[in-house]
């Protein structure tokens, strides 16, 4: 029994007996082809496709806690007794954005080489399982300070009647803006840290 | 003779199913687990609903969930989550009696993977607020109103652990399907 890998092809050859009566002697060669070619073109495609998305996260994320970071808007007039300016470590679910932002940027941007090794080997599955491990550990902290960051701007645009909050966005209208932006760059992040979840389980089958 | 012995199946993948199948049922069993958590939390906070007993025409003395969009939009995702679990419960019957199924095993991390992201948004969102409503703001002039609403308070700050239960569980019911499809 000899066998070809570099084609794929296994070929089993099973020789003649010697001491036949038999008329029907014949040598059974049985080939079996595995085709793993047209499969691992199309698993190096969803990751090439995984490397251009985490790479859009790591975009969104950083640009989320680079814009919360530096908010910082101070009102040109003051008196004795209000605070005139507002800054994002005024708000502690803020601060929390910031910290689980900068997280997720530096877990994208750790995960690239991974990402990259599944390009170069298609079939490395543990590479895969690894980093669908990780993301999705990362999806529920995006989206955890994503959403809790917009809580609070909710409450800032709108206030709230029954509990007596007052809509601070009616005075500090920059710092409010900037901080939509980064909720909203933050929930981008999130969305495609799901459809990288979702890649890497679509990459994992055997067929 | 000659000829060729059919193969026959590999008879390492005996054990591999009866491993599949075992962690199938514990799927199904956490997925219960889940279910109950955000069900629990869902009727909780929906339940609310605090007067004080004395009263005066400029403020209010009464708490109830839907007095912040945040918890009800708690209440409503806990719900959705509930619901999505119940009907799940039936895919992973199949899964048990089906060890080889693949791309039901991918629709289920699909859909699995949104309600996490569903699930922890409700509950960071009503998190934050619970947050703000047990330590008040000083910069923004938010008043603390669990110093008022003290049984208010704890059903709301009871009802967010149910959330992240149901959370946790999720992200192991992701994790586990995602090593039995790698293990195939």
């Given at each position: 029994?000899?066998?070809?890998?570099?084609t794929g092809e296994t070929?089993?050859?099973?020789?003649?007996?010697?001491?036949?009566?038999?008329?029907?002697?014949?040598?059974?060669?049985?080939t079996t082809t595995a085709t793993?070619?047209?499969?691992?073109?199309?698993?190096?495609?969803?990751?090439?496709?995984?490397?251009?998305?985490?790479?859009?996260?790591?975009?969104?994320?950083?640009?989320?806690?680079?814009?919360?970071?530096?908010?910082?808007?101070?009102?040109?007039?003051?008196?004795?007794?209000?605070?005139?300016?507002?800054?994002?470590?005024?708000?502690?679910?803020?601060?929390?954005?910031?910290?689980?932002?900068?997280?997720?940027?530096?877990?994208?941007?750790?995960?690239?080489?991974?990402?990259?090794?599944?390009?170069?080997?298609?079939?490395?599955?543990?590479?895969?399982?690894?980093?669908?491990?990780?993301?999705?550990?990362?999806?529920?902290?995006?989206?955890?300070?994503?959403?809790?960051?917009?809580?609070?701007?909710?409450?800032?645009?709108?206030?709230?009647?029954?509990?007596?909050?007052?809509?601070?966005?009616?005075?500090?209208?920059?710092?409010?803006?900037?901080?939509?932006?980064?909720?909203?760059?933050?929930?981008?992040?999130?969305?495609?840290?799901?459809?990288?979840?979702?890649?890497?389980?679509?990459?994992?089958?055997?067929? | 003779?000659?000829?060729?012995?059919?193969?026959?199946?590999?008879?390492?993948?005996?054990?591999?199913?009866?491993?599949?199948?075992?962690?199938?049922?514990?799927?199904?069993?956490?997925?219960?687990?889940?279910?109950?958590?955000?069900?629990?939390?869902?009727?909780?906070?929906?339940?609310?609903?605090?007067?004080?007993?004395?009263?005066?025409?400029?403020?209010?003395?009464?708490?109830?969930?839907?007095?912040?969009?945040?918890?009800?939009?708690?209440?409503?995702?806990?719900?959705?989550?509930?619901?999505?679990?119940?009907?799940?419960?039936?895919?992973?019957?199949?899964?048990?009696?089906?060890?080889?199924?693949?791309?039901?095993?991918?629709?289920?991390?699909?859909?699995?993977?949104?309600?996490?992201?569903?699930?922890?948004?409700?509950?960071?969102?009503?998190?934050?607020?619970?947050?703000?409503?047990?330590?008040?703001?000083?910069?923004?002039?938010?008043?603390?109103?669990?110093?008022?609403?003290?049984?208010?308070?704890?059903?709301?700050?009871?009802?967010?652990?149910?959330?992240?239960?149901?959370?946790?569980?999720?992200?192991?019911?992701?994790?586990?399907?995602?090593?039995?499809?790698?293990?195939?």
């Amino acid at each position: 029994m000899d066998s070809t890998k570099s084609t794929g092809e296994t070929a089993l050859n099973i020789p003649e007996s010697k001491s036949t009566k038999d008329k029907n002697t014949v040598a059974y060669t049985a080939t079996t082809t595995a085709t793993p070619y047209p499969q691992a073109r199309w698993k190096r495609g969803v990751s090439i496709f995984d490397f251009i998305l985490r790479i859009c996260a790591l975009v969104a994320a950083l640009a989320a806690t680079a814009t919360m970071g530096t908010t910082d808007q101070t009102l040109p007039f003051f008196t004795q007794f209000f605070q005139f300016q507002a800054s994002y470590d005024d708000l502690p679910t803020f601060t929390f954005f910031v910290v689980a932002n900068a997280i997720v940027s530096g877990y994208l941007f750790l995960s690239l080489p991974f990402s990259i090794v599944g390009i170069v080997r298609p079939h490395a599955a543990g590479i895969k399982l690894l980093l669908l491990i990780f993301d999705t550990m990362m999806v529920a902290f995006a989206t955890a300070a994503a959403a809790a960051a917009a809580a609070i701007v909710y409450l800032a645009h709108n206030g709230n009647s029954n509990t007596n909050w007052l809509a601070i966005c009616q005075q500090f209208t920059d710092f409010c803006q900037r901080v939509s932006g980064a909720v909203v760059a933050s929930f981008i992040a999130a969305v495609i840290l799901i459809f990288l979840v979702l890649l890497s389980a679509v990459a994992l089958r055997r067929r | 003779m000659g000829g060729l012995e059919l193969g026959s199946k590999n008879p390492g993948s005996a054990p591999k199913t009866e491993a599949t199948r075992g962690v199938a049922i514990i799927d199904f069993v956490l997925r219960i687990v889940a279910l109950i958590a955000t069900l629990a939390s869902a009727i909780s906070m929906g339940t609310t609903n605090e007067s004080l007993p004395f009263f005066t025409q400029f403020i209010k003395f009464r708490a109830k969930y839907n007095d912040l969009p945040t918890f009800t939009f708690f209440v409503a995702a806990n719900s959705i989550v509930s619901a999505y679990l119940v009907l799940s419960l039936a895919l992973s019957i199949f899964h048990i009696m089906r060890s080889g199924a693949q791309k039901s095993r991918v629709v289920m991390i699909f859909f699995d993977t949104g309600m996490l992201a569903l699930l922890t948004a409700g509950a960071s969102a009503a998190a934050a607020i619970v947050y703000l409503a047990h330590k008040g703001n000083i910069k923004a002039n938010w008043f603390a109103i669990c110093q008022q609403f003290n049984s208010f308070c704890e059903r709301i700050s009871r009802s967010l652990i149910g959330s992240f239960g149901g959370m946790m569980i999720l992200i192991l019911l992701i994790l586990m399907s995602a090593a039995t499809l790698s293990r195939r």
